[in-house]
């Protein structure tokens, strides 16, 4: 700072360096806020109006912070982190949900930090939050289940129930020797016990487990493969991207600090200021070819005049990196924030291929078994019928004509069965109908085939995430085919429940029932109600007695 010898010029001084430090705030790529020691907004930055839907920040000064910003499924731990903040001073990296003005919900991770007088009493606080609603949608749909193996940068190992390794990929081999083993010998223990562990419990549940090689951090997705004696382990390397997590939260700090590249570039493209990161990238770049590709968006946000904050994405060696270029407000000056999205890219590009093929993969599955279990057995039993009929021929011409029936009535009832089985195969859209009238028409359709009466009720307030009312629709699907299958019954009843904190669904019927205290490896259908309730986070209850009938509830909470 350019020292200056009287006072006027001090004062003008300490004007513009808070009028610059207003204006960094205020273009800072995350929202940001200043809370009283109560919990009430003080201010915000523009980003905040922007991203929440606001006009102006009158609307926001003087509310409560917990309930104007934090959404309903976030308030409870907003609160509970807002008493952790009054003991300790500061919150770091902590993910929440908030609320726009007009309800839309959004993924944030959250970091405050508090400043105080010189008598250590509080004066008020500095929450960050940073959009992570993209990434946090990567890391649900993500599942490291590569279906090409040999080709798959990441390491696969196919382990059998001996604990013996039966196929490696080459990354995967490298990793074995490393751990002292390798194709056709004993696994590694940490690979060897879980896999181990899983057979002897007749289990095909699907393990995670993270193991540490080196200065690497791996996952690994332990999957038991149905109907075989071995376990497929398909590894991932978090190293990089457990220190991009780390590396988000520095966005939020003062430029200095950020490990993320920072620029500052007046509109003569001459670099007045960068921190450590900035200078590392401008170092390893020829010719300063960094400002010269964004010079071009510069150039161009200058001549049209844009006060907007403009993104931009482009390579720098083996890494990409993503740049927010914002023009400050009356100045001559833009910030250009940087940040590594390598990880990020490598995600986005293998999310797609990997849930097409674990589409596909669990199509083919349900195809075979539901092939097995009816179609495959009708036709067997029409064919061994149809092998008989000649010997009988001249026997008893009587006994061939109602062996002939049979044959007939067992091909009509394959022929249903394939046309059940395509219906339930038929992809659903839960955007634009109901899941109740999803639920009546597979009823209406049920009973009609079976003969069996269901009752249905309906009671639909509200519409959850087509992720969750998919999973009620396929137990609903396998809970009244078991019941046409197995259960002998003369009615049943289907009732439905939705509201805004729950969903509910009650499916009962009054045949054979069973132990459902023994429910064993070859209750295929009850198997996959449990892991399908499971994978939408809802809670399966089921209650049967031999000759009283069966009941099956779940429940999914909000």
């Not at 902590?94 to 400043?115: A, R, S």
């Not at 095909?204 to 382990?233: C, F, I, M, Q, S």
């Not at 669904?505 to 259908?525: A, M, R, V």
Request: hydrophobic residues 35%; contains cysteine; proline residues 3%.
């Amino acid at each position: 700072m350019i020292k200056s010898n009287t006072k006027k010029e001090s004062v003008t001084e300490l004007k513009n360096l808070i009028k610059l430090q207003e204006t960094v705030i205020d273009n800072i790529p995350v929202l940001q806020y200043c809370i009283s020691p109560d919990g009430i907004i003080l201010g915000c930055n523009k980003l905040v109006l922007k991203t929440l839907g606001y006009k102006n920040k009158n609307e926001l000064i003087g509310k409560p912070l917990l309930t104007t910003i934090y959404a309903p499924s976030s308030f409870k731990k907003a609160k509970t982190l807002f008493l952790k903040w009054k003991e300790t001073g500061n919150i770091q990296n902590e993910e929440l949900q908030i609320k726009t003005k007009n309800g839309k919900l959004i993924d944030v991770l959250l970091n405050v930090n508090t400043l105080y007088d010189n008598n250590g009493k509080v004066l008020s606080s500095i929450s960050t939050q940073l959009d992570i609603t993209k990434r946090k949608k990567a890391e649900k749909e993500i599942e490291d289940l590569s279906r090409f193996p040999s080709e798959n940068p990441n390491p696969v190992f196919r382990i059998n129930k001996e604990g013996k390794v039966i196929y490696s990929n080459l990354v995967g081999i490298k990793q074995l020797k490393k751990l002292e083993s390798n194709v056709n010998q004993k696994a590694p223990k940490v690979f060897y016990d879980i896999v181990t562990k899983l057979f002897k419990e007749k289990s095909t549940r699907v393990e995670t487990l993270n193991v540490h090689l080196g200065d690497k951090d791996y996952e690994y997705v332990v999957t038991p493969v149905k109907n075989t004696d071995y376990a497929n382990l398909y590894g991932r390397d978090m190293t990089k991207q457990k220190k991009a997590q780390d590396e988000i939260s520095n966005l939020a700090k003062f430029p200095s600090e950020n490990i993320n590249p920072v620029f500052r570039v007046n509109n003569k493209l001459s670099v007045i200021y960068t921190n450590e990161s900035a200078k590392k990238i401008l170092q390893k770049t020829k010719d300063n070819k960094i400002l010269k590709i964004l010079s071009v968006f510069i150039t161009n946000t200058k001549k049209t005049k844009i006060k907007k904050l403009k993104t931009v994405e482009f390579e720098i060696g083996d890494s990409i990196y993503e740049f927010s270029i914002i023009p400050v407000k009356d100045t001559d000056y833009f910030n250009i924030y940087g940040k590594d999205i390598t990880e990020k890219k490598k995600v986005e590009k293998l999310l797609l291929v990997r849930e097409k093929e674990k589409i596909s993969v669990g199509e083919r599955d349900y195809l075979a078994k539901e092939l097995h279990d009816t179609v495959t057995q009708t036709l067997f039993s029409a064919n061994l019928i149809a092998e008989v009929i000649p010997k009988l021929w001249k026997k008893n011409p009587k006994v061939v004509i109602k062996k002939l029936e049979e044959v007939r009535q067992l091909n009509n009832s394959a022929l249903e069965e394939m046309r059940v089985l395509l219906f339930e195969l038929k992809s659903l859209s839960f955007e634009n109908e109901k899941l109740g009238n999803l639920l009546k028409k597979l009823a209406k359709s049920t009973s009609t085939r079976s003969g069996i009466p269901i009752r249905v009720q309906i009671d639909e307030k509200y519409k959850h995430s087509p992720k969750a009312e998919l999973g009620f629709y396929r137990i609903a699907q396998e809970a009244l085919n078991n019941i046409v299958k197995h259960s002998n019954a003369t009615e049943s009843s289907l009732l439905f429940e939705s509201y805004s904190k729950h969903m509910k669904l009650l499916i009962s019927d009054n045949g054979n029932g069973f132990n459902s205290n023994k429910i064993t490896p070859e209750n295929l259908g009850l198997i996959i109600m449990k892991e399908r309730s499971k994978l939408i986070g809802a809670s399966l209850d089921i209650s049967s007695n031999l000759g009283r009938g069966t009941k099956i509830s779940i429940t999914y909470t909000r």
